[in-house]
């Protein structure tokens, strides 16, 4: 009888901490065997002239969140799973709705099930738009006792903002449940009075989503998140960072030791003003928030990243078709900024944008792109080692990765539910030919091959990464965390 399920052969094994030519060995969806040579496999892949990295771990992205009257967005978790593969993804961070006037525990039931009809394995946010004492002291430490680690807040959005106050509160439950917070960072009153204004002159079209959004008000934002968090000593990350000013607020934060980390997307590398101002109501395609900035930040963005001010990159994917009731047109396609649904979609196309724009082109290393695209979301959502590295003992999660190959982007080639892709037409070099998840390959040469309902629920337990600091003003503290974790 074969030693190994499964013998991953000649492939450059990239750790995030180097590369080298070795075998991989995988029993029971595991890896057990990293060595020069593997021969003891009941079958192996040879991966000569590709490269060997840990599946990608996607810890931002929105998957059939269900809607208060009925219905969830048009991505599946089966379709999910495909988008994801089909780009070297294997584990997902997503997020439990929570509606105004409702509970939580509800809801963690019900996508618990929805989830387990994909085939990406899965852990999750709580969101929190409705703190009150019902939810905070019973409902959300049930939740966080089942394995669901960071609660996730709006500081804008009309259903979902929470105003100062509010936001004290879940900080402060966190830090007492040994939770990280995740926090979208714009100003509400902010980014409403300036689309009020912007509605009264007649400047509706798509293009001014951004106007109302310009980075002063993801600074502000930025800046009282962090200011709150340190104010309670608790961790937080802060989402899809799309300009230097807001991350130069984190890197403040960073070098005074607060526990602050930030996250930004291929998005904010990518997309302009000059894509949401395309002709008609083709601009709708690229309405994100934060929005769109301009290649000079793009630039400014880069290098927040080899700083290490930015060190994950998540997808935020959440998609929207361009036509049918549930698209971007649901309003019309003379729809006000205001009322087109926001949100774009980016699984499939995180991995290669981010290799062909950063490695390929010289401006991050190949290690940096393993730790910002799966090991550094992995540890910071406590999903290391069992995901995020290639290391004995790690769930046997792996992308092959033809680093040389040219690929034009095509909404075909993303598998997602949705009809367009911000992408299409693109140009990137280097393209996942398999990815192989616990140690089965669920997608060879863009063919996705898993059964829905293989995904696997990744409930998180305590991890020091988040621990808080124990500092406090005054040293006075209305809410120590428990000593021992
Ligand atoms: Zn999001």
């Known amino acids: 009888m074969a030693g190994y399920d499964l013998a991953v052969r000649g492939g450059q ?72 593969f089909a780009g070297g993804t294997t584990s997902v961070v997503c997020f439990i709705p929570q509606w105004k006037g409702h509970g939580v525990w509800e809801r963690y039931v019900d996508y618990r099930a929805r989830a387990a009809r994909g085939m990406l394995d899965h852990s999750f946010h709580q969101i929190i738009s409705d703190p009150t004492d019902a939810v905070m002291e019973q409902e959300v430490p049930r939740v966080v006792a089942e394995g669901v680690r960071s609660l996730k807040v709006f500081l804008t959005y009309e259903p979902l903002h929470l105003d100062d106050a509010q936001y004290l509160r879940v900080l402060t439950k966190a830090r007492e449940l040994g939770c990280l917070v995740t926090v979208h960072c714009e100003n509400y009153a902010a980014i409403n009075w300036r689309t009020a204004e912007l509605l009264k002159h007649g400047m509706a079209a798509p293009k001014y989503h951004a106007w109302a959004r310009p980075p002063v008000v993801e600074r502000e934002a930025t800046h009282r998140a962090i200011a709150l968090a340190e104010l309670v000593d608790q961790p937080i990350q802060v989402f899809h960072v799309s300009c230097a000013e807001a991350a130069e607020e984190i890197a403040r934060a960073q070098a005074r030791g607060v526990k602050v980390w930030g996250e930004t997307c291929p998005q904010y590398v990518t997309l302009t003003a000059a894509d949401i101002d395309r002709p008609g109501f083709e601009g709708a395609k690229f309405m994100c928030s934060p929005a769109p900035r301009t290649r000079e930040e793009h630039a400014r963005i880069w290098e927040m990243i080899r700083r290490g001010t930015l060190d994950v990159i998540s997808s935020d994917h959440c998609a929207f078709s361009y036509e049918g ?56 959502m406590g999903l290391a080692p069992r995901k995020g590295m290639i290391a004995v003992g790690a769930d046997a999660d792996l992308a092959l990765w033809d680093p040389a190959k040219k690929v034009t982007l095509t909404n075909a080639l993303m598998q997602h539910a949705v009809d367009y892709t911000p992408y299409e037409g693109m140009e990137v070099t280097g393209w ?43 040293g006075f503290d209305p809410a120590p965390p428990p000593a021992v974790r």
């Open 13 to 84: 094994v990239a750790t995030g901490f180097g590369t080298t030519r070795c075998d991989i060995g995988v029993k029971d969806g595991r890896i057990v065997a990293i060595a020069e040579r593997i021969t003891d496999a009941a079958r192996a892949i040879e991966a000569d002239g590709l490269l060997v990295l840990p599946g990608g771990v996607d810890s931002h992205c929105h998957i059939e969140e269900p809607q208060p009257g009925g219905g969830a967005n048009e991505e599946t978790f089966a379709t999910a799973s495909a988008a994801a």
């Open 325 to 380: 009731d549930r698209g971007k047109r649901q309003n019309g396609a003379d729809a006000v900024f205001r009322d087109i649904p926001n949100g774009i979609p980016g699984f499939a196309a995180r991995l290669p944008i981010i290799f062909s724009e950063g490695v390929s082109k010289g401006r991050i290393s190949l290690d940096d792109f393993v730790r910002l695209t799966s090991t550094n979301p992995a540890r910071l």
């Open 432 to 474: 996942p030919v398999a990815t192989i998840r616990r140690g089965e390959v669920v997608m060879r040469d863009g063919k996705v091959q898993a059964e829905p309902g293989t995904g696997r629920f990744l409930p998180r337990g305590p991890y020091d990464l988040i621990r808080p600091r124990g500092i406090t003003p005054d």
